[in-house]
């Protein structure tokens, strides 16, 4: 079973940086995709960033030029550097694993971002 963690959240103010690290149990070179998703208070959950196992990232349109999402084998851990925060950016922030052993699928307790106006 692949055990993800997270930390990092926090409050900021508009217009501050938070970092959020992922942790994973794995080589995290193992995964086909490593991504993070937030979920507001009466929302869905959303992809926020992810990053494949070859490298490429993808980003939801709120974030592209704000939130950079990268990673470290060393340390098995994917970091999302949020930059130029917004109020709309509150949420829960989860780290999520895709592979292709059983369960095919992990998600990690999730970290509290809150960004103050």
């Known amino acids: 079973q692949v055990q993800l963690v997270e930390s990092g959240g926090g409050l900021v103010q508009a217009g501050g940086s938070l970092r959020l690290s992922c942790a994973a149990s794995l080589n995290i070179f193992s995964f086909n995709v490593m991504g993070w998703y937030r979920q507001a208070p009466g929302k869905e959950r959303e992809m926020v960033a992810q990053?494949?196992?070859?490298?490429?990232?993808d980003y939801a349109d709120s974030v592209k030029g704000r939130f950079i999402v990268y990673r470290d084998g060393t340390k098995n851990t994917m970091y999302l550097q949020m930059n130029n925060l917004k109020p709309e950016d509150t949420a829960v922030y989860y780290c999520?694993?895709?592979?292709?052993?059983?369960?095919?699928?992990?998600w990690g307790q999730g970290t509290q971002v809150t960004v103050s106006s």
């Open positions: 990053i494949a196992s070859v490298g490429s990232t």
């Open positions: 999520n694993a895709k592979y292709s052993y059983n369960p095919g699928d992990s």
